[in-house]
C-alpha cells in the first residue's frame, strides 16, 4: 500500500497526540522507509531502474529485511522501545508498533509479495500487485476510505470542525495517491507518454519513491494539525 498506511497514522494521533502525527506517520511507513535505505545498501535492489519503465506489476524487490516476517518481529520491537523512551508513555509505544504491523496487515491484501524470511520461505501475503494490481488498488481504495471515514467521524463526536478547505486538503491528498497508483498499475510512464530513453542521473525509481513518500509525510504532519479548530464552547 502507499495511502492506506497514512490513514492509519491519522487514527493514532487522533487518539494519541502526545505520540505527535510525525511519530506515527514515520511508524505507518517505516517498512517502506527501511527498504529505501536497503535498496542503497545493496540489500533490497529494485527494479526497474528507470522510473519512467516502472509499474506496480512490474517491480521487482525481495524486501528480505524490511518487510519480511521475521524481521518485522525487530521492527515493531524497535519502535515500541523508541515510542516509550522518548514519549515516556507505554500507551505511545504500543500504539507506534500497532502501526508498524498494521503496515505487515495491509500488505497482505494489497502489496507485494512478503515471506517467513527470504524467498524460498513461505509467502505471508497475497502478492496481488505482481498477481492482480487493480484488486490490490481497489482493496486499498476501501481500506483508505473507511479509515478516513472514521477519523472524520470521530473529530464531529469529539466537536472538532475543520474547514471545507482543510477536509479537501487532506481527502485530497490520498486522492491523488489512489490515482497515482492506477496510473501507473499496469503502464509505464514511458508508454502512456511515449517518452524517449534517457539518462539524466535523476529519473531512478527509488529517489522518485523516497521524493513521494517523504512529501507526503511532510504535507500530513503540516495539513492535519494546522488547520485544525478548537472545540466548540
Known sequence: ?????????????????????????????????????????????????????????????????SHDLIPLIFWVSLVFLFGKVIFKDTKIGLVGAVLVLGHFVLDFFSGHPHHIFGLETNNVGLGLYATNVFLAIGIEA??????????????????????????????????????????????????????????????SSVPTLILTYIGMILYLNYIVPKFKIEKKV
Open 1 to 65: 500500500m502507499l495511502a492506506g498506511h497514512y490513514t492509519t497514522a491519522l487514527v493514532a494521533y487522533q487518539k494519541y497526540p502526545k505520540g505527535t502525527l510525525l511519530f506515527f506517520l514515520i511508524a505507518s511507513q517505516l517498512q517502506d522507509l527501511l527498504w529505501f535505505t536497503f535498496h542503497y545498501l545493496g540489500l533490497e535492489l529494485t527494479e526497474p531502474s528507470d522510473v519512467f519503465n516502472t509499474t506496480l506489476s512490474n517491480m521487482a524487490v525481495n524486501m528480505l529485511y
Open 142 to 203: 476501501v481500506a483508505t476510505v473507511a479509515m478516513l471515514w472514521y477519523f472524520f467521524k470521530q473529530e464531529a463526536k469529539n466537536g472538532i470542525q475543520r474547514t471545507s478547505k482543510n477536509k479537501a486538503s487532506i481527502i485530497g491528498l490520498f486522492i491523488f495517491g489512489i490515482v497515482f497508483m492506477l496510473s501507473i498499475a499496469t503502464t509505464s510512464f514511458r508508454q502512456l507518454l511515449n517518452i524517449p530513453e534517457f539518462d539524466l542521473g535523476f529519473n
